[in-house]
Nanobody
Framework: QVQLVESGGGLVQPGGSLRLSCVGS????????MAWYRQVPGKQRELVAS???????NYEESVKHRFTIFRDNAKNTVYLQMTGLNAEDTAVYYC???????????WGQGTQVTVSS
């Protein structure tokens, strides 16, 4: 059974930082591309950042130079380091694992990030 479990969300003040974690099980983690998405009520889920199985990262334009995605295959974990947070970053953040060949994907349950003073 595949499980992706996110953690690290919470309430943070504008300008603050958070690190999200996503631990995967039930998959050969090191061969999966990983991604972070976010969603706010009434809007489509959007891709925030992704990292390929071999470590190549990409970012949505609004988070470039503020967010960093990285992975530790030994711990079956992908991280999203978020800095310079603002109200527009408030969302539920989801972790996704994508098998590169078939594009079959798995999702976590999400973790809430709220940026507010």
């Amino acid at each position: 059974q595949v499980q992706l479990v996110e953690s690290g969300g919470g309430l943070v003040q504008p300008g603050g930082s958070l690190r999200l974690s996503c631990v995967g099980s039930g998959i050969i983690f090191r061969i999966y591309d990983m991604a972070w998405y976010r969603q706010v009520p009434g809007k489509q889920r959007e891709l925030v950042a992704s990292i390929t199985y071999d470590g190549s990262a990409n970012y949505e334009e609004s988070v470039k130079h503020r967010f960093t995605i990285f992975r530790d295959n030994a711990k079956n974990t992908v991280y999203l380091q978020m800095t310079g947070l603002n109200a527009e970053d408030t969302a539920v953040y989801y972790c996704s694992a994508i098998y590169p060949i078939t594009r079959v994907d798995y999702w976590g349950q999400g973790t809430q990030v709220t940026v507010s003073s």
